[in-house]
RNA sequence: GCCUCGUUAGCUCAGUCGGUAGAGCGGGUGGCUGUUAACCACUAGGUCGGAGGUUCAAGUCCUUCACGAGGCGCCA
């Protein structure tokens, strides 16, 4: 019996990073660009596994203009051939044996080997991965991904996978979607799928608690849902959120451990991608070597109270100036990480009413144990607390928010039955990516993005 | 939801004081060349986002709608 035919194929980083040369290789890709010449003609070939195209050479006597017309932008083939040394500006080459045209392409392809702006590729994310940058951010994604695990198991937590569909439709977090297999206009909620009104997720926290009091550190990784209307190019509808949870951590213990993770997953990445950081340090975000930089240096941190008292005597720059107990707007937090400090700092202990039920009560009675980071360029990448394990102060404060006790009574039981002092954060994955790479928009970071009014 | 800006060829954009449409790239044809977003020449390609209005005349001015981008609020 024969086996199953399987394709051999090299992939172009293999090549390209030496050491084959002399070597006979068949390469499967997509033309970038092609030119010929009086007797050579010449393609680059990406296959997704670098951000370098490979530079094919056609004797155009051997392959005749016929089979080589099939050479457009777009079209996807497979050349085997030999690699040899170039006299051009890459390294190596490949000196072509046979063309075959896998997936021609129609002559209204919308990519073309010049720049496009990145509107106009959001309006196909089918295509837009096959562009240098959109292969770049996406490399850079499963690296992240990757690093983030990797951070965690290497600090003893365990991977919960909370639930996606979820009880609690608010706990300070945002809009929810709601889920439901009723008809339209039905609100009969006892004939609903659960039996009872259910939303997708704005958060995993609640559900990593327990086990953060069981396991001792967790943490969730996962699709997170908000249905706010917030049209901005740091909020989507649908996106990821990392969410560790940790019993017997308290807040500096929780800051000491994000400055941690974040500074883990920026020296992972400079590893794993240093030719995707490179490509947007020179395209996108000229200072992203120094953000690099920056990130191996300690963050700031500052209180809430002290952030006012810096912002006040800051005069002329802002639109308004905050007081005390009013929230930072966006020209504040940019200010403080971009112009005071220069670097990501983390703004603590925010008052009270600003904050969820859930938040830590400082012992001055006005202030809850919360941290937020707040990075140049991006903004709030990270938001979290010490969590309130006192019952009695934890029920005073989701009465006082007007929540639904009977939603949440196993949250509370929890502090009945061997509570313990825990904390945790959530940090959007999107926007980490963003801060890492130097795009500016979280539809560009996102494979197939779902904002406000809008599913590209 | 509010504010600002934008929408002209497949793409990126120019279009002056209101006078009837332009370039580069891409497509096609030819030339030249171990090229590097190759180059050179020729060629095809447009209901100037839609509707209405002002005017002798609107891509240009006004109204309105649609779509897009940025900012704000909220958050990750």
């Given amino acids: 019996m024969e086996g199953p035919a399987m394709i051999q194929r090299t992939g172009i980083d293999k090549v390209l990073s030496g050491g084959s040369t002399g070597t006979t290789v068949t390469i499967y890709g997509w033309v970038r660009t092609s030119r010929s010449g009086k007797n050579v003609a010449f393609a680059a070939l990406n296959d997704g596994s670098s951000v370098q195209n490979l530079q094919v050479v056609f004797d155009r006597e051997a392959f005749g203009d016929e089979s080589l017309a099939g050479l457009q932008a777009g079209a996807c083939v497979c050349v085997t051939g030999t690699v040899v040394e170039s006299s051009g500006e890459q390294a190596v080459e490949l ?29 196909m994310p089918h295509l837009r991965s096959r562009t240098n940058t959109f292969g770049a951010v996406f490399r850079m994604s499963h690296h992240l991904s990757l690093a983030i695990h990797r951070f965690f198991d290497t600090e003893g937590f365990y991977h919960i996978h909370t639930p996606i569909i979820t009880e609690s439709d608010c706990e300070g977090a945002g809009e929810t979607f709601r889920v439901t297999t009723l008809p339209a206009g039905c609100a009969d909620f006892d004939q609903d799928y659960f039996r009872r009104k259910s939303f997708l997720s704005v958060s995993g926290q609640l559900e990593a608690e327990p086990f953060a009091l069981s396991l001792g550190k967790v943490y969730t990784f996962g699709p997170t849902f908000r249905a706010d209307p917030s049209d901005t190019r740091t909020h989507a509808a649908e996106f990821w959120m990392i969410e560790p949870e940790m019993a017997f951590y308290d807040l500096d213990d929780n800051i000491a451990l994000i400055e941690r993770f974040v500074k883990f997953c920026a020296s992972y990445l400079s590893e794993k991608c240093a030719a995707d950081i490179a490509f947007f340090s020179e395209h996108y975000e000229k200072g992203l070597g120094d953000r690099y930089r920056t990130l191996e240096e300690g963050f700031a941190r500052v209180s809430y109270t002290e952030a006012i008292s810096i912002l006040g005597s800051t005069s002329g720059v802002f639109s308004s100036v905050p007081s005390w107990g009013d929230d930072l707007a966006t020209e504040h937090e940019r200010y403080l990480a971009e112009k005071h400090f220069g670097r990501p700092v ?104 779902r904002t406000f009014g809008k599913m590209y």
């Fill in 95 to 123: 000196a072509a044996r046979s063309l075959q045209v896998v997936g021609p392409v129609d002559t209204d392809f919308p990519l073309q080997k010049k720049r496009h702006g990145l509107d106009f590729l959001r309006t």
């Fill in 346 to 449: 983390f703004v603590t202990d925010y008052p009270a009413s600003m904050k969820p039920f859930y938040m830590f009560m400082n012992p001055d009675g006005k202030t809850v144990a919360a941290c937020d980071l707040l990075v140049p360029g991006v903004g709030e990448i990270v938001g979290g607390s010490q969590r309130e394990h006192r019952l009695p102060v934890l029920t005073d404060r989701a009465v006082a928010q007007g929540l639904d006790l009977s939603v949440y009574s196993w949250y509370l039981e929890l502090r009945r039955w061997g509570t313990a002092p825990h904390a945790g954060f959530g940090l959007g994955f999107e926007r980490l990516l963003m801060y890492l790479s130097g795009m500016e928009n979280i539809r560009d970071v996102i494979p197939f993005p």
